[in-house]
């Protein structure tokens, strides 16, 4: 029973430190996002005030109040990885439909961002494999329209709109993450009072 107790006690320590290094990776690609986003609209000379429709491209089950711990951290895994596929298709799209062959700051800050995000994809697995105890299963990407347009201003668009996705999805990862630790005491302290309530019971 003590060697459960302590196994608990080592996870939620695990799963608070592996958070805080989650937020602060997310807080890092929210500020690389940014300015991607910025040297994007000068490299198409997009305005300043620029902007697009909202309407989400990663598809994921609505917020709730009713989830738990577990699939708040499912649902933003699964939304990051969909960010990850639409990131790198639309990477190979602009190579092979706009590119160049210069490697100047905005291909650097692009990869950055790639990067980050996936470091960001590996702590989130990392704090589910805690949180539940079991290895990550891989969220399916069925439905998730990563071919993009074919007409060069709708790909320019197109290209855009998952950079918002990624910077959208950064800013959740955040809010989830810095408000994870407080929950997970929050449910160490009710386990217990959970246990003694149904032992009463019996």
């Known amino acids: 029973m003590a060697a459960r107790r ?57 917020p709730s109040s009713q989830l ?8 933003l895994h699964s939304a990051l990885l969909q960010c990850r596929s639409l990131l790198e298709r639309a990477i190979n799209k602009e190579e092979a439909e706009l590119g160049d062959g210069r490697k100047a700051d905005y291909e650097t800050q692009r990869k950055k961002v790639k990067d980050r995000l996936s470091l ?40 855009y709109r998952i950079y918002k996705e990624v910077d959208y999805w950064t800013k959740t990862a955040i809010t989830t993450l810095q408000a994870l ?12 009072r959970l246990r003694s309530t149904r032992s009463a019971r019996r």
Request: net charge neutral.
């Open 6 to 62: 302590t196994r608990r006690m080592i996870g939620s320590d695990v799963s608070r430190t592996t958070a805080a290094r989650a937020a602060a990776i997310a807080e890092q690609l929210r500020y690389e996002c940014s300015i991607l986003l910025e040297l994007y609209k000068k490299r198409e000379s997009f305005s300043a005030d620029f902007s697009v429709a909202d309407g989400r491209l990663v598809s994921v089950p609505p």
């Open 68 to 75: 738990d711990t577990r699939d708040k951290l499912w649902r």
């Open 120 to 159: 960001l994809l590996i702590n989130t697995g990392e704090l589910l494999k805690a949180v539940d105890g079991t290895a990550v299963p891989t969220p399916s990407l069925d439905g998730l329209e990563i071919d993009g347009p074919t007409v060069l201003f709708e790909l320019k668009l197109w290209v």
């Open 181 to 192: 630790p407080s929950v997970l005491a929050k449910e160490r302290v009710m386990a217990p």
